[in-house]
């Protein structure tokens, strides 16, 4: 952090939005290669699919834990089990002050809340479904149970362990946003990798000679290609009609431009109206 820290800082970026979209990308360039090399090396180089899935399913389950543990227990417990309860109706006006106060106190002793944990979490768990889905294809359910889970947690954290947050609006995810496609991109040709060489399913399912004289014949490499040129047309395709925002979002936020375009319609033929008077 100290590294991504001095050197986005020597960057010089125009606007608080610049500087952070560079320091979450040199700090989830660090964490991505920190939690996807050993997988990589498996999957990629070694070409053990068997090795890749228990050492998958080994990171995928001490990842979890290891979050609900440093996340809330621990902070939990070194709190000293504090909880700080609302005040009640039938308390007198000086109590609901003093709870008031001794909250603000409690706050401030706490450690300050950091986005970019949180958000690394589900992307990093997003690449364990999604890069190599072909050898752990129940990541996914997994998740689902996971993310029931880790909202509960999270919700333990700000509450309890954490100070409380400022609410910021935000119109999209930002840089992270790219990251996911950027990472949805990449997964494209990792399990088709997994596919074609690591499991040897695609050897199974086709009626081609994958080797000869100890090399991949041009068949072989010629169906990979329309393989990934295929997954990469249903991805653009997908992301054409699926668009970033629902329908009904846009309707909405249509509606609400419409509005506005009326107001100052309004006021402005109200201003040309009191000149023409004049």
């Not at 997994?142 to 362990?161: M, P």
């Not at 990792?190 to 081609?208: C, E, H, W, Y």
Request: hydrophobic share 45%.
């Amino acid at each position: 952090r100290f590294i991504a820290n001095f050197t986005t800082m020597r960057e010089n970026h125009r606007t608080e939005e610049e500087f952070q979209n560079s320091f979450i990308l040199k700090r989830f360039t660090f964490e991505f290669f920190d939690c996807y090399i050993p997988l990589i090396y498996v999957g990629f180089i070694r070409f053990d699919i068997d090795g890749l899935q228990r050492l998958l399913i080994a990171l995928y389950t001490s990842d979890e834990i290891r979050r609900v543990v440093t996340e809330t227990i621990l902070p939990y417990l070194s709190s000293g089990f504090t909880l700080s309860g609302k005040p009640k109706k039938h308390l007198e006006e000086e109590e609901i002050d003093l709870l008031t106060a001794n909250e603000i106190h409690r706050q401030i002793g706490l450690v300050e809340y950091e986005p970019f944990n949180d958000y690394l979490e589900m992307v990093i768990q997003f690449g364990y479904i999604i890069l190599f889905a072909g050898a752990f294809p129940i990541a996914s359910l997994l998740s689902v149970g996971c993310n029931f889970l880790e909202i509960r947690s999270d919700a333990f954290k700000l509450i309890q362990t954490l100070r409380r947050p400022f609410n910021k609006k935000t119109s999209e995810l930002g840089i992270w946003l790219y990251i996911m496609e950027f990472m949805s991109f990449v997964s494209i040709f990792s399990n088709i990798i997994l596919f074609a060489f690591s499991s040897r399913q695609l050897g199974s399912m086709v009626k081609i000679e994958l080797k000869k004289d100890g090399k991949y014949t041009g068949e072989f490499i010629f169906l990979l290609v329309i393989l990934e040129h295929l997954f990469i047309l249903i991805q653009v395709v997908l992301r054409y009609f699926i668009g970033v925002k629902p329908k009904w979002v846009r309707i909405f936020e249509d509606r609400l431009s419409h509005r506005k375009n009326q107001k100052l319609s309004l006021k402005f033929g109200d201003k040309q109206k009191k000149k023409t008077l004049k």
